[in-house]
């Protein structure tokens, strides 16, 4: 079946630009996670959708940052005013519920901040 | 806080041989740990989880120790082949919080 996937691959933008990232999870998953990789380093946790509920925005780095999940389903990751430290590959992931341990991943999107 | 650390960053090493990956982990009340394989322009994929009562899981030439007194786990890769070249994450995942606290990884590299 699908998989979870992202677009775009690949982008790349001025610094000062805003930029939307999108995720659509694996049909019927509930929860979805959005994570960000910088070079070399480990993922970093951004925010949590478990259905209806609210989510979890403790990782966002900084009010630049929302993400939004319609329906449900698709997630958008979105990064005003880009700086050049928001360069990085972002990933989102789905599981079946929160407790699931097995999360599914997407191939990312690699953001590149000139 | 938890923190996991991967040793080393990146390793070598000739087709065929077993070879051991390390992660350790600074708080031992984890609720599991994982280890996953990221290959470049693919997303992650879970190769194997422990849960915090277990000490070992294994799947085909993969096999993961789990020492939580220690802070450590290892991934253990028998027989490696050039298909196993890729980079390694272990995720650790905190009592019932469902956040992952990750390693940087290590990138392996099998040379045929």
Known sequence: ?114 | KQEVTQIPAALSVPEGENLVLNCSFTDSAIYNLQWFRQDPGKGLTSLLLIQSSQREQTSGRLNASLDKSSGRSTLYIAASQPGDSATYLCAVRVDSNYQLIWGAGTKLIIKP
């Open chain 1, 1 to 114: 079946g699908a998989g979870v996937s992202q677009s775009p691959s690949n982008k790349v933008t001025e610094k000062g630009k805003d930029v939307e990232l999108r995720c659509d999870p694996i049909s019927g998953h509930t929860a979805l996670y959005w994570y960000r990789q910088s070079l070399g380093q480990g993922l970093e946790f951004l925010i949590y959708f478990q259905g209806n509920s609210a989510p979890d925005k403790s990782g966002l780095p900084s009010d630049r940052f929302s993400a939004e999940r319609t329906g449900g389903s698709v997630s958008t990751l979105t990064i005003q005013r880009t700086q050049q430290e928001d360069s990085a590959v972002y990933l989102c992931a789905s599981s079946w519920t929160a407790s699931q341990d097995t999360q599914y991943f997407g191939p990312g999107t690699r953001l590149t901040v000139l």
